[in-house]
């Protein structure tokens, strides 16, 4: 008994964690591979794009970075800005409140609300985008930011809903019914209670709602006809001309375009703080 | 306040003798909850019902006709476009094609999700790092997704097929898009690599709703790490991984622009799925009729699933 | 079955609008311009029956008129800017709005943004480019207007009469020629004399090539290719089979308009195909993964012997940051095969005149302008388009620029077009679908022919 004890306790303290290294070092590895492939095609110069060897370019160029920086392409991905952080905004925030309602209070009819919400999203975009094109048109948002912002939130929404709910049902009734003990009411609850708590849903909710919204393309194509309010995805898609793909420019492109996601969360990703603590259950 | 009133919401089990009685006649406090609830919900009903509801009101009243823009046909025929459907060879295998790219594509993005998200919930210094780095793929542009795996893909100048010559995995070039037993596995695994970080990220941030004492009370009573995991994290994270796991399926089984842009639902239409057969049939033949009823069963496909999974799990997700 | 004979302006209206008396009559440029285009909107305006949606508000008065023009993206330098610019100055009065498109690779997304726009009658666009497969199923779908009533016989006349033919559909003019595009067989001169061949005429000589210099440089060059085509499951497949069809005499339909994938000819022509790939192993398996650029990158960079493709190669060949094979690189038409002859599929891309246009006559006055003669001159000089008038590879400037497109004339001129007809959409997705199963061995060739046989049947109404 003393014996597996101590043999369990050793191999917390060297298998375990070497098998953990060596894990993490494997997923990184194919998650950043294929990314480091497009950072590599993009600094390719044109004549050498199909060929291996040699894997990496002789010389590098950074061709392709000048031509897309100095081109109209910063609109589009002003344009993405706007539209996603948008988007997102209104997402999570209706989506947290209309999560709350679902997770915590004792309404009605909660499983037909969800599944309600996840309709939308069951049908493919390209059966309802005529019908959709046409409401668009009609209410005269075609090549507006409103005219995309409104589609995507009916579309981000679920996933805001659902996450959030999930996030919601798991918090502890006593910490709400605490508020409420002291006063509270039921909106002052989700203010200041439940939204602290569920920040790690809330900012992983917007990230992944801003990202969606960012990275769409049928609608964004469709409503638009115009660089003033094209997205970065549609932008893009215009990088090639007649046959021709430009694989390098493409490359660079998307490296210009994810980076500032990665970074955006790096900013944000400190205030996705641990969850519950001790002191909340506690006090 | 007046402690002999039960905490709204809770189970039976849980109220006090004098509770039990208070139970069957709604609080004052539980009808405010009621209705602030109903209004809270309010907003977000609202908006999907204005978008939404016209557009697919449309899609169902057109599955009903023969719709072909291009002959200004448009007349009801009932359910025939349905019963078309079951004769219909290549819609059968687009539908078989869209359930296995969607569970194995699930099923690999859950086991990598998982074990990043357990990875990164350790107290390693670079943590934010990573879950920024991890998030590269996802943040990837769907469409240059798809072309940076055809690139990788491609039959003759692509590098993977450098990488196994080099290593002599094989000495011919192998024809991962234009082999129709490969393609689609190809096809799976570009998208195990674009969605796995969204699966890491909800799981880490559901993980990390777990509360930190409990593992600890674990370890003080001598739990090994797997019971812990066993008994602890699976349990208490149950609810977010049905649902990100649902919510990923449903995407899974609408992928659209990494077959499209990639193989265009070939070779030998391996790798169709519903989303392409059906904008081929809307688009390329605007047959919008036809096109409308795929839609429909798309839909109500999963939509069954969904109420299956709540079905199943629905007690587990309710549990407070 | 379906009438081929060029439309006569001077007869009575084909569609169910209202002709003004006005503008029937011989018409030429410049008047229509200065000023029938005032009158004429004036006039159009109170034919037009249709109705359309979020309309800006119209004026009667000569006063500027905006028109919209979804142009689609070209290779090389965009000429949008430069056309537009130069019909603004003729016509100050008329303002165009630009509405870019993709390339021509995005053909898909192209597609569906114009049947969005046109299916719901949207009014965005008044002037649009559409590949030629569209023509027919956008007329059939009643979403363009006829320019007929404004292009007058010798107007026609300046056309090649396939070009008319690639505008019309049954019997009516649909839309305003701009360029053609065929299939062509691009070959390494270098490599061909090396082992003392000339440019091969069958695909006999061609097979026969490909082996000698494939055994020859192996060791020199072990990523050497033979022939490099288009075998994805899209609609560059479609193309190719029409060529290869053709060359060994058949067609998809035949002579009656009815399918014709169950002959002997199909089956040898598509058993030809199966044995580039899989029995003279001249072509890679990976053919049936491949679309335009992925069959042209390998060839620039020096890796296969002949490619077919569009005229659209010869440009980035010639390109020593694109290519390595500068200056080695022929073109020739395609082979024949066993009982055929050499045939060069019609690709290329139209002008159309959206039916819900509020200024009709402007609209095809801009489809005028930019398919004339000096307008084509300058897409064969600045992007190496293959004209519509036979008027263009005389002119000096073009000869001079373009001397490829002037040698390959005789290509341009008698392209075979692929099935014109409304349904040709569905046809389309048929052929992918069964000629991608017997390339990549999915299905045998003759289950395959027999398959597309029976839905072709099934499109066309046989059954």
């Excluded at chain 1, 991905?77 to 997402?91: E, K, P």
């Excluded at chain 1, 990275?215 to 995805?233: D, G, K, M, P, R």
């Excluded at chain 2, 079951?86 to 969607?102: G, I, L, M, R, V």
């Excluded at chain 2, 991890?134 to 690139?151: E, G, K």
Aim: glycine share 6%; aromatic share 12%.
């Amino acid at each position: 008994m003393i014996g597996r004890q101590r043999l369990a306790h050793w191999q917390q303290r060297r298998i375990w964690p070497a098998l953990t290294v060596v894990a993490l070092v494997t997923l990184l590895a194919f998650i950043l591979t294929p990314f480091l492939w497009l950072i590599i095609t993009s600094l390719k110069p044109d004549n050498q794009l199909g060929q291996l060897p040699p894997i990496l370019p002789q010389p590098p160029t950074l061709a392709h970075y000048q031509n897309i920086l100095f081109s109209p392409f910063a609109h589009y991905i002003w344009n993405s800005c706007v539209v996603a952080t948008t988007t997102t905004l209104v997402s999570v925030s209706l989506g947290a409140a209309a999560a709350y309602a679902l997770g915590q209070l004792p309404i009605r009819g909660k499983i037909p609300v969800l599944v309600f919400f996840l309709a939308i999203s069951m049908f493919p975009p390209i059966s309802i985008v005529v019908p959709l094109f046409q409401f668009i048109q009609s209410a005269g948002l075609y090549n507006t930011y409103s005219g995309l912002v409104i589609p995507y939130i009916t579309f981000s929404l679920p996933l805001a809903v659902w996450v959030l709910t999930a996030f919601f049902r798991e918090m502890p009734r006593e910490v709400a019914e605490a508020a409420r003990m002291d006063g509270c009411g039921v909106l002052g609850t989700f203010w200041r209670i439940a939204i602290p708590l569920a920040l790690p849903g809330l900012f992983t909710t917007g990230i992944l709602t801003f990202i969606a919204a960012w990275n769409e393309f049928l609608f964004a194509f469709t409503f638009t006809n115009s660089i003033a309010h094209q997205t970065v995805t549609v932008g893009l898609s215009f990088l090639s001309s007649g046959y021709y793909i430009p694989w390098g420019d493409i490359c660079a492109a998307a490296v210009i375009v994810t980076l500032p996601l990665i970074l955006i969360v790096l900013i944000f990703q400190r205030y996705i703080i641990r969850g519950i603590t001790a002191g909340a259950l506690v006090g | 306040m007046n402690q002999s009133q039960s905490p709204v919401g809770a189970s039976p089990q849980s109220a006090a003798p004098l509770a039990s009685r208070m139970k069957r006649r709604p609080t004052w406090r539980g009808k405010e909850e009621r209705i602030v609830g109903y209004l809270l919900l309010l907003p977000a009903v609202i908006l999907v019902c204005a978008v939404t509801v016209f557009p697919l009101l449309r899609t169902f009243q057109v599955s009903f006709t023969n719709q072909v823009l291009a002959e200004q046909t448009n007349a009801y025929i009932g359910l025939q476009n349905y019963h078309l459907l079951t004769q219909d060879f290549f819609f059968k295998k687009a539908y078989e094609n869209t359930w296995t790219f969607s569970l194995w594509s699930l099923a690999g993005e859950t086991v990598l999700g998982l074990l990043l998200a357990l990875l990164m919930n350790r107290s390693w210094r670079f943590r934010g790092w990573l879950r920024a780095v991890v998030l590269i793929p996802w943040a990837v542009p769907d469409i240059v997704s798809a072309r940076l795996w055809t690139w990788i893909y491609d039959g003759t100048y692509g590098v993977l097929n450098f990488v196994v010559q080099s290593l002599h995995i094989s000495s011919q070039k192998v024809n991962w898009l234009g082999d129709p037993q490969l393609a689609l596995h190809a096809l799976i695994i570009a998208d195990v690599w674009k969605t796995t970080p969204f699966m890491a990220l909800l799981l880490l941030a559901g993980l990390q709703s777990i509360p930190a004492p409990l593992y600890e009370a674990a370890a003080v009573d001598g739990a090994s790490g797997l019971t812990a995991f066993r008994v602890i994290t699976l349990p208490l994270l149950t609810p977010v991984l049905v649902i990100a796991m649902l919510m990923r399926f449903l995407g899974a089984f609408q992928i659209f622009t990494l077959i499209f842009a990639s193989t265009e639902g070939g070779p030998a239409g391996s790798t169709e799925t519903m989303s392409t057969y059906t904008y081929k049939t809307m688009f390329s033949a605007t047959q919008f009729g036809y096109g409308a009823a795929m839609a429909v069963v798309l839909f109500a496909t999963l939509l069954l699933v969904t109420i299956a999974t709540l079905a199943v799990f629905g007690r587990r997700l309710n549990q407070a | 079955m379906v009438s081929k004979s060029l439309p006569d302006p001077g007869s009575a209206p084909v569609d169910s609008e209202k002709k003004s008396p006005l503008v029937s009559t011989e018409i030429n440029r410049a008047a229509l311009l200065k000023t029938g285009a005032v009158l004429a909107a004036g006039i159009g305006l109170g034919a037009k029956a249709r109705p359309v949606s979020a309309s800006p508000a119209i004026q009667v008065s000569p006063s500027p008129v905006t028109i919209r023009f979804a142009g689609v993206k070209t290779n090389g330098t965009q000429p949008w800017p430069s056309l537009i610019a130069a019909f603004e100055k003729q016509n100050p009065t008329i303002k165009v709005e630009f509405i870019p498109m993709q390339s021509f690779s995005e053909s898909t997304s192209n597609h569906e943004f114009l049947v969005t726009n046109l299916a719901s009658g949207s009014g965005q666009m008044d002037v649009l480019t559409g590949d030629v497969i569209w023509v027919p199923e956008f007329y059939g779908a009643g979403w363009l207007l006829s320019p007929a009533q404004y292009m007058t016989k010798s107007d026609l006349a300046g056309y090649y009469a396939g070009a008319v033919n690639a505008v019309s559909y049954l019997g009516k003019l649909a839309g305003v020629p701009w360029f053609v595009d065929g299939g062509m067989l691009y070959y390494r001169k270098d490599l061909l004399s090396k082992y003392h061949f000339t440019a091969p005429t069958t695909y006999d000589q061609l097979v026969h090539q490909c082996q000698v210099i494939l055994q020859g440089e192996r060791s020199a060059n072990p990523n050497l290719m033979g022939f490099l085509w288009q075998a994805a499951q899209a609609e560059v497949l479609v193309c190719d089979w029409v060529e290869f069809l053709g060359a060994f005499g058949g067609s998809v339909l035949n002579a009656r308009g009815l399918p014709s994938m169950n002959t002997p000819q199909a089956t040898a022509a598509l058993t030809f195909l199966h044995d580039l790939i899989y029995k003279y192993k001249i072509s890679p398996p990976a053919v049936t993964s491949m679309v335009e650029e992925p069959s042209r990158i390998p060839f620039t960079q020096g890796n296969a012997i002949f490619l077919r493709n569009w005229s659209y190669v010869y440009g980035i060949a010639q390109d020593p940051t694109q290519s390595k094979v500068v200056n080695k690189v022929g073109v020739v038409p395609l082979p024949r095969g066993a009982g055929g002859h050499s045939t060069s599929n019609e690709g290329g891309f139209q002008y159309m005149i959206a039916k819900s246009t509020k200024h009709p006559a402007e609209s095809v006055a801009l489809a005028k302008f930019l398919s004339s003669l000096e307008s084509q001159v300058y897409f064969a000089t600045n992007n190496g388009f293959s004209p519509t008038r036979p008027a263009v590879l005389a002119d000096p400037r073009v000869q001079q620029a373009q001397p490829f497109l002037v040698k390959l004339r005789s290509i341009f001129e008698h392209l075979s077009p692929r099935p014109v007809s409304g349904k040709y959409p569905q046809m389309s997705l048929a052929l992918q679908a069964d000629l991608s199963a017997a390339l990549s061995n999915a299905l045998p060739v003759n289950q395959a022919l027999s398959d597309v046989q029976l839905r072709l049947e099934q499109i066309t109404g046989q059954i």
